[in-house]
């Protein structure tokens, strides 16, 4: 089971940058896709997830309104697109994957993630 995070970079403050996460190597079913970053100094935190369906979300309230998860028709691949952004979002990004039970439950336990990506830089300068 791999998941490939991609995308990351140098963005300017109020800029955009879209991050996708391919999933390879199973059936990626009732399998809950989330983002987390770890920025410079700190602990890792969550970002947002999706439902396998696609049709449900669930945000940290930090980057709510800024920030949008989608999948893909295939449904292992996840995009974070995101806007507007500061410089306090600089971090390391990873997806993960949970294994929920349901193909509609978009917030899932950090400690249910069980398959994470590798991380991908994104540096945002003010």
């Known amino acids: 089971v791999q998941l490939q995070a991609c995308g990351g970079g140098l963005a300017q403050a109020r800029g955009s940058l879209r991050l996708s996460c391919a999933a390879s190597?199973?059936?990626?079913?009732?399998?809950?896709m989330g983002w987390f970053r770890r920025a410079p100094g700190k602990e890792r935190e969550f970002v947002g997830s999706?439902?396998?369906?696609?049709?449900?979300?669930y945000y940290a309230g930090s980057v709510k309104g800024r920030f949008t998860i989608s999948r893909g028709n295939d449904r292992n691949t996840v995009y974070l697109q995101m806007d507007l952004l500061k410089p306090e979002d600089t971090a390391v990004y990873y997806c993960?994957?949970?294994?929920?039970?349901?193909?509609?439950?978009?917030?899932?336990?950090?400690?249910?993630?069980?398959?994470w990506g590798q991380g991908t830089l994104v540096t945002v300068s003010s």
């Open positions: 993960a994957a949970a294994f929920a039970g349901s193909h509609r439950v978009s917030y899932v336990p950090e400690s249910r993630y069980s398959k």
């Open positions: 190597g199973r059936d990626f079913s009732s399998y809950t």
């Open positions: 999706i439902s396998w369906s696609g049709d449900s979300t």
